[in-house]
């Protein structure tokens, strides 16, 4: 439901400009409010969760997004829309924030991969049926009908948690919140999420700058806060745990070459006069559907065989094929291209589910929701940064006037061997945990002083 939502709001947001006459620069805001309520508030609502119980949370946002999407049906203006989308957020984010820590919860140890693999798969189909239904929903009945699905979609859900999900009270060993640090971490996250918004004003513009600079002093503060008192609220301590830190790195990483490739194959499409919009979406929903497929069974072998394996084959795989890409670069074969994409698709598919595994079987019970909410947190941020870095690199080395915006653009090489290079970085990382790991079990030491023992 959620990534329905998403993913459809986006492809009719032209729909959208033009139906209140707004240029699509104010129609960004409808998207924009949204992220921005996300990621600013994820954290928030995963400690909510450890607090108040995952269930009584998870039912909580169903309700908001069918109040959200209620209200973004009647808008009257742009205005409206945008704000409501702040509602819809709210909601998707309460939902985001505690679905993985509710499967961890209700299920066996020995089927978890298994679960946060179809959780992959909904949240895949979800990006998949966005765009596929937005158009014909949005031309037969307006583009209010997006938001009337959402509302079936969430009070079917609702009813079914309501009568279906164990409640779960209040933690008794959760004591409250840490208001200071929970509005630094929002501020943070929201001044970032603003300075990528604002990109289009120059990297180097002032309120960039600003923004970018009001995000890392608020870190700042967060880290030394947490110096002096450590474990106050979980936010610090789950990332303190190096095997979720190191799992959190590798998939925002993924997912920032993953989006970087998402922005630019639209255009290096299009450039191919063969193709028609119609052929150009199927082949994008290739890797999406990969995803889907594989997430599951993925997930099955992980519980059977453990994770570390199957998270490293996923980056492997997902390395070589955006190697692949870059190489076949304006090759006039479009089978090539599809293989690469098929390839990410897979390596995302054999990737996620051990990655999450990794994350939420290693996260203590009362840290759960703050656990689900960074994997939601994770894949909003290098959503957010693999698009920046996408259009950064087709604004600055590209001239439509002189190369257009097809296969024959060196901008869109230069997105195609970037997300390569970010992909590596989760590889290397990979082998520094492998080399760590092979320390451990020989009980060979890294250092001996005095009269340690090996």
């Given at each position: 439901?959620?990534?329905?939502?998403?993913?459809?709001?986006?492809?009719?947001?032209?729909?959208?400009?033009?139906?209140?006459?707004?240029?699509?620069?104010?129609?960004?805001?409808?998207?924009?409010?949204?992220?921005?309520?996300?990621?600013?508030?994820?954290?928030?609502?995963?400690?909510?969760?450890?607090?108040?119980?995952?269930?009584?949370?998870?039912?909580?946002?169903?309700?908001?997004?069918?109040?959200?999407?209620?209200?973004?049906?009647?808008?009257?203006?742009?205005?409206?829309?945008?704000?409501?989308?702040?509602?819809?957020?709210?909601?998707?984010?309460?939902?985001?924030?505690?679905?993985?820590?509710?499967?961890?919860?209700?299920?066996?140890?020995?089927?978890?991969?298994?679960?946060?693999?179809?959780?992959?798969?909904?949240?895949?189909?979800?990006?998949?049926?966005?765009?596929?239904?937005?158009?014909?929903?949005?031309?037969?009945?307006?583009?209010?009908?997006?938001?009337?699905?959402?509302?079936?979609?969430?009070?079917?859900?609702?009813?079914?948690?309501?009568?279906?999900?164990?409640?779960?009270?209040?933690?008794?060993?959760?004591?409250?919140?840490?208001?200071?640090?929970?509005?630094?971490?929002?501020?943070?996250?929201?001044?970032?999420?603003?300075?990528?918004?604002?990109?289009?004003?120059?990297?180097?513009?002032?309120?960039?700058?600003?923004?970018?600079?009001?995000?890392?002093?608020?870190?700042?503060?967060?880290?030394?806060?947490?110096?002096?008192?450590?474990?106050?609220?979980?936010?610090?301590?789950?990332?303190?745990?190096?095997?979720?830190?190191?799992?959190?790195?590798?998939?925002?990483?993924?997912?920032?070459?993953?989006?970087?490739?998402?922005?630019?194959?639209?255009?290096?499409?299009?450039?191919?006069?063969?193709?028609?919009?119609?052929?150009?979406?199927?082949?994008?929903?290739?890797?999406?559907?990969?995803?889907?497929?594989?997430?599951?069974?993925?997930?099955?072998?992980?519980?059977?065989?453990?994770?570390?394996?199957?998270?490293?084959?996923?980056?492997?795989?997902?390395?070589?094929?955006?190697?692949?890409?870059?190489?076949?670069?304006?090759?006039?074969?479009?089978?090539?291209?599809?293989?690469?994409?098929?390839?990410?698709?897979?390596?995302?598919?054999?990737?996620?589910?051990?990655?999450?595994?990794?994350?939420?079987?290693?996260?203590?019970?009362?840290?759960?929701?703050?656990?689900?909410?960074?994997?939601?947190?994770?894949?909003?941020?290098?959503?957010?940064?693999?698009?920046g870095i996408g259009s950064s690199f087709f604004s600055i080395k590209s001239d439509r006037h002189v190369y257009g915006v097809g296969s024959s653009n060196p901008a869109l090489h230069s997105v195609f061997l970037i997300s390569a290079w970010i992909a590596?970085?989760?590889?290397?990382?990979?082998?520094?945990?492998?080399?760590?790991?092979?320390?451990?079990?020989?009980?060979?030491?890294?250092?001996?002083?005095?009269?340690?023992?090996?």
């Amino acid at each position: 439901m959620t990534s329905f939502e998403s993913s459809a709001v986006v492809s009719i947001l032209p729909r959208i400009g033009d139906a209140f006459h707004g240029n699509i620069y104010v129609a960004k805001w409808v998207v924009t409010l949204h992220a921005l309520t996300m990621c600013t508030l994820l954290l928030a609502a995963g400690r909510l969760g450890d607090l108040f119980g995952h269930c009584r949370l998870y039912l909580m946002g169903l309700a908001m997004s069918f109040m959200g999407a209620f209200m973004c049906s009647i808008a009257a203006s742009i205005g409206e829309l945008a704000f409501f989308r702040i509602v819809s957020g709210i909601g998707a984010v309460l939902v985001f924030a505690n679905a993985a820590a509710l499967l961890t919860k209700l299920s066996a140890s020995t089927m978890r991969g298994y679960m946060l693999g179809l959780l992959s798969t909904a949240a895949y189909l979800g990006l998949i049926l966005g765009p596929a239904m937005s158009g014909f929903l949005s031309s037969s009945f307006g583009w209010q009908a997006i938001f009337i699905a959402v509302m079936v979609l969430a009070a079917i859900a609702f009813v079914l948690g309501l009568y279906n999900l164990p409640n779960d009270g209040r933690s008794n060993t959760i004591k409250n919140v840490n208001i200071l640090e929970t509005l630094l971490i929002a501020l943070a996250l929201g001044a970032f999420v603003l300075a990528f918004h604002s990109g289009r004003l120059g990297w180097q513009s002032l309120s960039v700058i600003s923004l970018l600079g009001t995000a890392f002093l608020a870190i700042i503060v967060i880290v030394l806060k947490n110096r002096i008192n450590v474990g106050s609220n979980g936010y610090i301590t789950v990332l303190v745990n190096p095997k979720i830190a190191l799992a959190i790195v590798m998939a925002t990483f993924s997912y920032i070459a993953l989006y970087s490739i998402n922005f630019a194959m639209p255009f290096y499409l299009s450039g191919r006069q063969s193709l028609n919009s119609a052929i150009i979406g199927l082949i994008l929903s290739v890797r999406p559907a990969a995803t889907a497929i594989i997430a599951p069974l993925s997930g099955k072998l992980t519980d059977r065989f453990g994770s570390y394996f199957f998270n490293t084959l996923g980056i492997l795989i997902l390395l070589l094929a955006f190697i692949l890409l870059a190489l076949v670069f304006g090759q006039p074969e479009t089978g090539w291209t599809i293989l690469s994409l098929a390839g990410i698709g897979a390596g995302m598919g054999i990737f996620l589910p051990p990655n999450h595994n990794i994350i939420m079987s290693t996260a203590l019970p009362t840290e759960r929701g703050v656990a689900s909410a960074i994997l939601s947190l994770s894949r909003n941020l290098g959503m957010l940064i693999g698009v920046g870095i996408g259009s950064s690199f087709f604004s600055i080395k590209s001239d439509r006037h002189v190369y257009g915006v097809g296969s024959s653009n060196p901008a869109l090489h230069s997105v195609f061997l970037i997300s390569a290079w970010i992909a590596s970085i989760s590889v290397f990382i990979i082998a520094i945990q492998g080399i760590v790991n092979f320390i451990k079990k020989r009980k060979m030491p890294l250092f001996v002083s005095g009269d340690s023992k090996a």
